[in-house]
């Protein structure tokens, strides 16, 4: 695998070895980040069940801000902090070894909000209900969710979110989500209310 664009381009990555990751096709990554290409700079991104980090790793090649990844897999994990170092961006990076509940929580109590969020979990995982609730304040109200699943099968995502697009390139498909428009203004008039008891 190879970072497509951006301050990386044409660096090689690794990939974790098994069957336990599935990484992201180049080409798929190229056409994904063509459609995020205004949203990434400046960026803060989440990279949940992150595998290589190749997600997250184009998107700081590009000028996003800072990206945090996540898996519980040890062997990923390790091959996550190789191709960080190996591109220079350790400063820009947080990794965590562990569940995605376990991650959730751990940014939630620390407040931390997300521009864009890559979503890959296992294909048969397609109930996102929990992932999502627990999610959402993580995602600022004008963030975006991707989520990466198998091409004609439905992901189940709840309420709280709404499908903005969908793509399909071979075999990968791509859903995007947005906060709902009531949720989001129920979490602003929250905000505005704490801020006026200051």
């Not at 590009?62 to 902090?81: K, L, P, Q």
Request: net charge negative; aromatic share 8%; charged share 30%.
């Amino acid at each position: 695998m190879r970072i497509i664009a951006g301050s990386a381009r044409n660096r090689r990555i690794e990939a974790p070895e098994g069957k336990h990751t599935r990484p992201t096709l180049d080409r798929v990554r190229e056409n994904l980040f063509n459609i995020l290409q205004t949203r990434i700079y400046a960026s803060v991104v989440l990279d949940l069940f992150a595998g290589s980090g190749a997600l997250s790793l184009e998107a700081l090649s590009r000028g996003a801000r800072s990206a945090v990844m996540c898996d519980i897999d040890r062997n990923a994990n390790r091959v996550e902090r190789m191709n960080t170092e190996s591109l220079g961006f350790t400063d820009r990076t947080e990794i965590y070894c562990c569940d995605w509940h376990t991650a959730l929580k751990k940014l939630q109590d620390r407040q931390m909000q997300f521009d864009l969020v890559f979503l890959d979990p296992p294909y048969v995982m397609t109930d996102l209900r929990a992932v999502l609730d627990r999610l959402y304040p993580c995602v600022r109200n004008d963030g975006l969710v991707i989520i990466e699943h198998e091409a004609g099968k439905a992901v189940i995502t709840g309420e709280r979110f709404k499908v903005c697009d969908e793509r399909r390139w071979g075999f990968c498909g791509m859903t995007f989500l947005e906060k709902t428009a009531e949720e989001s203004n129920q979490a602003e008039n929250s905000q505005d209310e704490t801020e006026g008891m200051r």
